[in-house]
């Protein structure tokens, strides 16, 4: 994980409240885990692969049924350097029905100016491997379409001083 990011990641954990259980979507460990920050909460780590802080192998945005118990259930979604290695239109609506009535979510990716680079933490990409920088005005667009009952309350998504990465942080809580 990138200073920057880290450091953002800890600033947002020390601004607000937070409660569980936590969600970690692409949680295999590479140069550092939030989980050092909310692991005192009842916390899930999901990704593709197997690896360190993995608890879970599954795709989220085609999440098998056996983890149909996951829909509104966390109140912390953290999601760190993942963005640019999928399709950010596809991952961030399969985030919403994981969400309890009120849930935070956390975002790190890759903003305009990063370089690519392998999902595992290589400089160069694989063959066949998808990546994407992501602008803030399209992450800001895909945070603030939650579905019903699901309203955004709160959304800022900034960058770091290069426009190196991307960084969200969101309140959702369910209509009234």
Same mark, same amino acid.
């Given at each position: 994980?990138?200073?920057?990011?880290?450091?953002?990641?800890?600033?947002?954990?020390?601004?607000? *409240?937070?409660?569980?259980?936590?969600? *970690?979507?692409?949680?295999i460990?590479?140069?550092?885990?939030?989980?050092?920050?909310w692991?005192?909460?009842?916390?899930?780590?999901?990704?593709?692969?197997?690896? %360190?802080?993995?608890? @879970?192998?599954?795709?989220?945005?085609?999440?098998? %049924?056996?983890?149909?118990?996951?829909?509104?259930?966390?109140?912390t @979604?953290?999601?760190? *350097?993942?963005?640019?290695?999928?399709?950010?239109?596809?991952?961030? %609506?399969?985030?919403?029905?994981?969400?309890?009535?009120?849930?935070q979510?956390?975002?790190t990716?890759?903003?305009?100016?990063?370089?690519?680079?392998?999902?595992?933490?290589?400089?160069t990409?694989k063959?066949?491997?998808?990546?994407?920088?992501?602008?803030?005005?399209?992450?800001?667009?895909?945070?603030?379409?939650?579905?019903?009952?699901?309203?955004?309350?709160?959304?800022?998504?900034?960058?770091?001083?290069?426009?190196?990465?991307?960084?969200?942080?969101?309140?959702? *809580?369910?209509?009234?």
């Amino acid at each position: 994980m990138h200073t920057d990011a880290w450091q953002f990641l800890t600033s947002t954990h020390a601004a607000h *409240e937070w409660s569980g259980p936590v969600l *970690e979507v692409g949680s295999i460990d590479i140069n550092g885990s939030p989980r050092t920050l909310w692991g005192n909460f009842e916390y899930t780590g999901v990704d593709i692969v197997l690896g %360190p802080n993995v608890d @879970i192998i599954t795709d989220i945005r085609t999440l098998d %049924p056996q983890y149909d118990y996951f829909r509104g259930k966390f109140h912390t @979604i953290i999601c760190t *350097e993942v963005l640019e290695h999928t399709e950010p239109h596809l991952l961030v %609506p399969a985030l919403f029905p994981l969400m309890a009535p009120h849930c935070q979510l956390v975002i790190t990716c890759a903003g305009p100016t990063r370089s690519s680079h392998s999902a595992d933490g290589a400089p160069t990409l694989k063959a066949g491997e998808y990546y994407a920088n992501v602008s803030p005005d399209a992450l800001l667009s895909l945070l603030m379409a939650p579905p019903a009952p699901l309203v955004c309350v709160t959304a800022a998504v900034t960058t770091n001083a290069d426009s190196s990465d991307v960084y969200a942080y969101c309140v959702y *809580e369910v209509r009234v």
